[in-house]
């Protein structure tokens, strides 16, 4: 069985930099894992994406603020935030994305930590 928990969200102020975490227990088949946010009123969205063999994708809104990466010891995959804005401000939500030979892909969700940038 494959769980997803996010942590280390929080307040933060505009410009500022946080550190989010994904612990994946169970994470045979994994081939990938992401980073997605969604703010009140909106849909969720895209933020970061890092395969099985390191290849990351960004979108548009946070390449060359955010950095997505693993680390082994911990069994974790952490989201760096820097030069936070106020657009950033929304529930971030870990996701692992798992691959099984003859079967259908499988996403699965953690259940969200809060980011809020405020002045």
């Known amino acids: 069985q494959v769980q997803v928990v996010e942590s280390g969200g929080g307040f933060v102020q505009p410009g500022g930099s946080l550190k989010l975490s994904c612990v994946v227990s169970?994470?045979?088949?994994?081939?990938?894992m992401g980073w997605y946010r969604q703010a009140p009123g909106n849909q969720r969205e895209f933020v970061a994406f890092?395969?099985?063999?390191?290849?990351?994708n960004y979108a548009d809104s946070v390449k060359g603020r955010f950095t997505v990466g693993r680390e082994n010891a911990r069994d974790t995959l952490y989201l760096q935030m820097n030069n936070l804005k106020l657009e950033d401000t929304a529930v971030y939500y870990c996701?692992?994305?798992?691959?099984?030979?003859?079967?259908?892909?499988?996403?699965?969700w953690g259940q969200g930590t809060q980011v809020t940038v405020s002045s």
């Open positions: 890092r395969t099985s063999g390191g290849a990351t």
């Open positions: 996701l692992a994305r798992r691959t099984r030979l003859g079967r259908p892909q499988t996403d699965i």
């Open positions: 169970g994470d045979a088949n994994i081939n990938g």
